[in-house]
């Protein structure tokens, strides 16, 4: 029985890939997702069990120099994203429409460069799911929902990058099931405080060796205390082309059966490739939203544990005014797989012997934007306010030998983004999801290591809904 039979059964995949967590010391999965056209700047967190609703149509002019030589596209970090992926395109992308319990938008992508022309980033099908008790349940409330989607996911607290699923990562085209974030009304549940999950399954873009491999991602976000919040995440590729697609596969890499050596595992039935961490974030003080936050994500398992972990640490502070906000964060990134706990790999991080173009979507990374094998640092400065909203971030840090998108010793960067409303809210009725005003902005980055410097500036105008 191959994969294409089991998308008949996602009920009975999300439950297998919750139980099979234990197994492998990896762990459940709630959706942070972002939808790009109504996301912000940067890559910072998304809320969780559904994008924001948005409607319009986007068109973007760019161009990226490299003082000696061209470089490629994937290796330009979003550590603040592109308004969508490609320099040069147009965007559309239409309201959210209503019917019952369903739920769609189409969105559709016509761009110019590396990443594919044509795309469907920000389309969506949900089917609302009622009854029983969960996150969110109540009088004339949905606990979760099915959804089959193009959508960015950002998962983590970081405000420059994620270990495991970065939101400037190009949409993974996926179907799935999530549930929103809110407090369970059965006794046995509620120590847990707010929660919220989500599992989704998809499939990879931009890969040969082999080609068209599947991607599996869950991650849980609870809320156990005031001011405490805690996120299990896990993903996994799996099969592809030439490789083995079956049940029995399948449920070795849900079950953590995927190591060389152990258990029959061979290179040639080796199921998949797999991460899998934890991240938590720490309200320090509530009046100016002081936070420390802490992501680890490992690249192989011992004990039924991540190990080879990777970190991320960082802290954030806001100051609202006058109905504006600004917010600072200063992050620290290893990603140099096992350097944490004295035990460096070098060239095991987003890297596997199976699948030769990586741990990336569309030649981009899924992880953070700086790829495997580096150590940076990032402060950044965020501005939100009714008209300008707006991002900088300076990045310094160092690139190991076996870096895999940089080369070897210092690199620098900066980021920058800015968008701001033209003319006066139009008078749509409040249950319009179509923009208040046209938008422009602009993304720009300039980045430098040992071997070359590199810019890329993308102009954008955003209209009303179609």
């Keep these: 029985m191959t994969l294409r039979r089991l998308s008949h059964a996602l009920p009975l995949l999300a439950c297998a890939c919750l139980a099979g967590a234990a197994r492998a010391g990896l762990s459940l999965s709630a959706a942070l997702v972002c939808d790009p056209a109504g996301a912000p700047a940067a890559t910072t967190p998304c809320d969780i069990a559904g994008p924001p609703s948005s409607a319009g149509l986007t068109v973007a002019a760019g161009a990226t120099e490299s003082t000696f030589a061209a470089p490629p596209r994937e290796r330009v970090p979003q550590v603040v994203a592109d308004e969508f992926g490609g320099l040069s395109g147009l965007r559309m992308q239409s309201r959210p429409f209503l019917h019952r319990r369903w739920r769609w938008q189409v969105g559709l992508t016509v761009r110019?460069?590396?990443?594919?022309?044509?795309?469907?980033?920000?389309?969506?099908?949900?089917?609302?799911?009622?009854?029983?008790?969960?996150?969110?349940?109540?009088?004339?409330?949905?606990?979760?929902?099915?959804?089959?989607?193009?959508?960015?996911?950002?998962?983590?607290?970081?405000?420059?990058?994620?270990?495991?699923l970065d939101g400037a990562a190009p949409a993974v085209p996926a179907v799935g099931w999530r549930s929103a974030v809110g407090a369970s009304r059965d006794p046995w549940l509620a120590w847990l405080g707010p929660w919220g999950a989500d599992v989704f399954f998809g499939r990879l873009q931009g890969h040969r060796e082999p080609a068209r491999p599947y991607f599996i991602g869950m991650r849980a976000l609870l809320a156990p205390a005031p001011g405490l919040e805690i996120g299990l995440a896990r993903t996994m590729q799996w099969g592809g082309r030439g490789r083995n697609e079956g049940l029995h596969s399948l449920a070795n890499s849900l079950l953590g059966n995927d190591n060389v050596g152990f258990d029959g595992i061979t290179a040639q039935n080796e199921p998949g490739n797999q991460l899998a961490g934890f991240d938590a974030r720490l309200l320090v003080d509530d009046a100016t939203a002081t936070a420390a936050y802490l992501q680890v994500v490992g690249e192989d398992e011992a004990g039924h544990l991540p190990s080879r972990n990777m970190l991320l640490a960082g802290l954030e502070t806001r100051w609202?005014?006058?109905?504006?906000?600004?917010?600072?964060?200063?992050?620290?990134?290893?990603?140099?797989?096992?350097?944490?706990?004295?035990?460096?790999?070098?060239?095991?991080?987003?890297?596997?012997?199976?699948?030769?173009?990586?741990?990336?979507?569309?030649?981009?990374?899924?992880?953070?934007?700086?790829?495997?094998?580096?150590?940076?640092?990032?402060?950044?400065?965020?501005?939100?306010?009714?008209?300008?909203?707006?991002?900088?971030?300076?990045?310094?840090?160092?690139?190991?030998?076996?870096?895999?998108?940089?080369?070897?010793?210092?690199?620098?960067?900066?980021?920058a983004s800015l968008a701001w409303s033209l003319g006066a809210p139009r008078p749509f009725p409040a249950a319009d999801d179509r923009p208040a005003a046209a938008q422009v902005g602009f993304t720009a980055g300039w980045w430098s290591d040992r071997s070359e410097r590199r810019r890329a500036l993308q102009l954008w105008w955003r209209g009303g809904a179609w």
Excluded: C
């Excluded at 795309?119 to 009622?130: C, P, Q």
């Excluded at 969960?134 to 950002?154: C, D, F």
């Excluded at 504006?324 to 460096?344: C, K, N, Q, Y």
């Excluded at 991002?391 to 895999?404: F, I, N, W």
């Design 320 to 415: 609202p005014a006058a109905g504006r906000t600004v917010r600072f964060f200063l992050e620290w990134a290893d990603t140099l797989a096992g350097r944490v706990s004295h035990d460096p790999r070098p060239m095991a991080a987003y890297r596997h012997s199976v699948y030769r173009q990586g741990y990336t979507q569309q030649r981009l990374p899924l992880g953070h934007p700086a790829g495997g094998d580096v150590k940076l640092l990032t402060a950044g400065w965020h501005y939100g306010g009714a008209a300008v909203r707006g991002a900088l971030t300076a990045s310094a840090g160092r690139a190991e030998p076996t870096a895999q998108f940089f080369a070897p010793g210092r690199i620098l960067g900066l980021n």
């Design 112 to 164: 110019d460069g590396q990443l594919p022309a044509l795309d469907f980033e920000g389309s969506a099908i949900v089917r609302t799911l009622g009854g029983g008790d969960g996150p969110g349940s109540g009088e004339g409330s949905s606990t979760s929902e099915l959804y089959a989607s193009v959508q960015r996911r950002h998962w983590g607290p970081g405000r420059g990058g994620s270990l495991i």
